[in-house]
Each structure stands twice: as structure tokens, then as C-alpha cells.
């Protein structure tokens, strides 16, 4: 819940942010001075590309969260198998190890996007946030098939 309260926040903040911004380039435009023209013109193509990354963060967020929970309901979720380190992450001499293990069962499962969750799971445990974002996209592009 907190989480959503949040996201709520930063996107409000962020459109408040597009509004402001989007009155001075009415104003740099204005002044008809070529730097002012530009630079108003610049702050108009900016807020669309922003507010196209937040829909977008906003989109997978959600979309990874359904299908985290359920796969929580289906009882699939990976559990910690090794010593987490304070911050609950994987200790670094197991995480290879653990990554291999569910990349081998995800690559197995074929197109079933349960082993591409876990992996992204572990991957973010490990603190391979790239790699955890880029197997959970793949999870979600092969429920999507499925559907």
C-alpha cells in the first residue's frame, strides 16, 4: 500500500512538474528570441517523453506484480534457500550459483513464464536489478501469449 501511495505521489509531482514546464516553454517561445525558441521547444518534447517512462514503469510494475501474485497463490514462489545478508539480499558466493540453478529451470520450462518470474525473483535477490527487470519483462511477454 505504501508503494502505491508512493507512485501516487511521484506521478502527481511529475505532472505538476509537466504543467509548470509546459507554461515556461509557452513562455520562452513567446519571447521570440531563437534561444528562448529553442529551449521552448525543447521543454515541449520533454514532458510527453516522461510521461510516456512513467506509464510505461507504471504498466510493468503492475503487470509484474499480478503475475508475482499469482504465482504466490500457485505456491511457486522461490524461497530462500542460503543465508540472506542483512539487507535481504543473497550472499554474493551463493548467488551464482542460485542464478544458474533458475536460469537452467527457466530455459527447461520452455515458454512458460513461471521460471522466467523465479529467475527475475532471484536475480533481484542477488541484487541484479538489469537482469531482473529483463527476465520478469520476459515473464510477462510469455503470460501474455498464453493468454
Known sequence: MM???????I?????????LMGQKAILFILSGEP?????????????????WALFREIQFGVQAQKLGTRLDAEGGMPVAETELTPSGRIAKSDAD???????NEAEA??????GRYR????????????DARASIREAIRLAKQKA
Open 119 to 130: 529467475l527475475g525473483v532471484v536475480q533481484d535477490a542477488a541484487g541484479r536489478r538489469k
Open 97 to 103: 550459483a542460485l542464478i544458474d540453478r533458475y536460469r
Open 11 to 19: 506521478g502527481a509531482t511529475l505532472v505538476l512538474y509537466f504543467i
Open 3 to 9: 508503494t502505491r501511495i508512493g507512485v501516487g505521489l
Open 35 to 51: 534561444v528562448g525558441v529553442a529551449m521552448g521547444l525543447a521543454l515541449m518534447v520533454l514532458p510527453p517523453i516522461g510521461a
Open 109 to 114: 520450462g520452455g515458454d512458460d513464464w513461471r
